[in-house]
């Protein structure tokens, strides 16, 4: 697979494997020699690109004959869509314009032709009409643990305070969760939603279905959005948790703010019970898709798990409490962790174009001239070395990066005297000590 597409459009594509003219073996299209016969992969001939009709639309008809682009949010900090001849906006991924790519990088793009965005606030609107349920009669001592304040026990792998009758997770000692968040039933109106309210965060409680409050809950009982993405800060979670520099040693927990994840790990899956990998597919979709939009997931039935990335930090954050633990309907006693960044390069690759990308968004918006050409990146091109086409290799233009470094951090420099570079993170001092080098 790869990334393909103008600046501010790119979408993925796969590539089909080439067969050996020598011994007729089929090759992964990553191979440039036959792994039976070792011969080198014929210059003419190879792997071609295969993907949807719309893709081949975007092939045949060319990138930019759908006009639309990415542009970033301010007050969200999230990626939507704008039409340069209509000037139509959405929040969700037009069908013209393809897959997104297979690593979306800081920013979620969503799923290609969904219309998700409007479904959830549409379900939210719904359900704030009616007071929140309450999921159990009383809140119980041994569900529960003051966080920050714990001793982690390395022998049963456990934090003093949690449920101890969980058996840690083991499906050989224990059941699915015995509380589950169904939001069509339980989501509604609490005192987070009143006129006044300062409350930003969500009820973890919620999430994990067992709040006892219900509508006397200070915390909101209803799927997160795009907003209340954008109000939240690195430093806490959805749930208005601490997170840390690092992840935890297993994966759980509140998450890292310097290694910021939209991707969940989903252990002990049982591929073996559906049809095929399509049916589960469609079934951790439905399932993960409950709290929040999902944008891509990965199946690895060899290894009974998969990977689950949402479009929105805050979704992918409630999934994670209202998903661990729980079963798919198949005997399974689900792992859900934090998972890092995909080391293939393919991925890696795909996540510094998107990145790129929004760079120069974030530029645009501020009203950077980023070059010339179409949404400003420099692009530069060579001669592939299967099939004679073109291979596009994209870099951003010459401050992009940097600014992009900028908005990782997130710590804002309140000077008056330099408006336009408000988001630096650490001013440069490397001119106190010319003197001294010289």
Not at 223 to 230: K, M
Not at 330 to 354: F, H, S, T, Y
Not at 415 to 425: F, G, I, K, V
Request: aromatic share 8%.
């Amino acid at each position: 697979m790869t990334t393909a597409g103008p600046a501010g459009a790119s979408y993925q594509v796969y590539m089909t494997n080439w067969t050996c003219p020598s011994c007729s073996l089929s090759n992964l299209p990553s191979r440039m020699s036959c792994r039976r016969c070792k011969k080198s992969r014929p210059p003419d001939g190879g792997s071609s690109i295969v993907d949807s009709e719309t893709v081949g639309d975007l092939a045949s008809k060319g990138d930019d004959a759908h006009h639309w682009r990415e542009v970033l949010d301010e007050n969200s900090k999230q990626m939507y869509y704008y039409h340069l001849k209509t000037m139509e906006t959405t929040w969700d991924r037009p069908e013209v314009m393809g897959p997104a790519p297979y690593a979306s990088g800081w920013y979620g793009r969503g799923e290609q032709g969904s219309k998700a965005g409007e479904e959830y606030t549409e379900k939210n609107e719904r359900w704030l009409q009616r007071p929140a349920r309450k999921q159990k009669d009383h809140i119980e001592a041994n569900t529960t643990r003051l966080e920050g304040s714990e001793n982690y026990n390395i022998w049963y792998g456990k934090f003093t305070g949690d449920n101890w009758r969980n058996g840690g997770g083991n499906p050989n000692t224990c059941g699915p969760a015995e509380n589950r968040c169904v939001m069509e039933s339980d989501a509604g109106q609490t005192k987070a939603d009143l006129r006044g309210s300062s409350s930003r965060f969500f009820c973890i409680q919620f999430a994990r279905g067992r709040c006892a409050r219900g509508s006397d809950c200070t915390w909101f009982h209803r799927i997160p959005t795009a907003i209340d993405d954008g109000m939240l800060d690195e430093m806490h979670d959805c749930f208005g948790r601490e997170r840390h520099a690092t992840h935890l040693d297993n994966m759980s927990g509140a998450g890292s703010f310097m290694e910021p994840s939209r991707t969940l790990y989903v252990g002990r899956i049982r591929p073996d019970q559906y049809n095929s990998d399509d049916a589960l597919h469609a079934e951790l979709k439905a399932q993960f898709g409950e709290f929040g939009e999902v944008e891509h997931i990965n199946v690895i039935s060899s290894k009974n798990l998969a990977f689950v990335r949402y479009r929105f930090r805050s979704a992918c954050e409630f999934g994670r409490e209202a998903m661990n633990g729980q079963s798919l309907g198949k005997g399974e006693v689900l792992n859900v962790r934090w998972a890092r960044d995909d080391p293939n390069p393919k991925a890696q690759e795909a996540i510094r174009r998107a990145d790129a990308d929004a760079a120069v968004a974030a530029l645009a918006r501020r009203g950077v001239k980023v070059g010339e050409g179409d949404g400003g990146l420099v692009k530069s091109a060579e001669e592939g070395t299967s099939t004679g086409e073109v291979e596009e290799k994209w870099t951003a233009p010459e401050g992009a990066e940097e600014e992009l470094r900028r908005k990782r951090k997130r710590q804002k420099v309140d000077d008056p005297h330099r408006e336009e570079e408000a988001t630096l993170a650490y001013p440069n001092t490397d001119a106190q000590y010319n003197n001294v080098c010289e």
